[in-house]
């Protein structure tokens, strides 16, 4: 079945930089759009970066010019680079993706999530 598995969080120091590796596995005939989601305790949910097809990408206003996603789509994985991190950075962060089976089904799927906590 199709599956994101998340890896690369871990701790580090504000100021640092980490690199969010996720890899889409199983059937899939297409994907569309591949993000990078967060969530921090008490908070709800939000999307980090996005990257299209097309290459085209998008941020939230509170990574823009310190996070960098990009995508292989021949191996159907993305990547966020993160620098200049910030302990509100700290979060769980979760790779999402617009999925096609074989049978032109589309479905969002999510990963396991991955945590990222930045000391001060």
């Known amino acids: 079945q199709r599956q994101l598995v998340e890896s690369g969080g871990g701790l580090v120091q504000a100021g640092g930089s980490l690199r969010l590796s996720c890899a889409a596995s199983?059937?899939?005939?297409?994907?569309?759009?591949m993000s990078w989601y967060r969530q921090a305790p008490g908070n709800q949910r939000e999307l980090v970066a996005t990257?299209?097809?097309?290459?085209?990408?998008t941020y939230a206003d509170s990574v823009k010019g310190r996070f960098t996603i990009s995508r292989d789509s021949a191996q159907n994985t993305v990547d966020l680079q993160m620098s200049g991190l910030k302990p509100e950075d700290t979060a769980v962060y979760y790779c999402?993706?617009?999925?096609?089976?074989?049978?032109?089904?589309?479905?969002?799927?999510w990963g396991q999530g991955t945590q990222v906590t930045v000391s001060s």
């Open positions: 999402n993706a617009y999925m096609q089976s074989f049978t032109h089904q589309w479905r969002e799927y």
């Open positions: 199983g059937p899939i005939f297409g994907i569309n759009w």
């Open positions: 990257i299209y097809t097309s290459g085209e990408t």
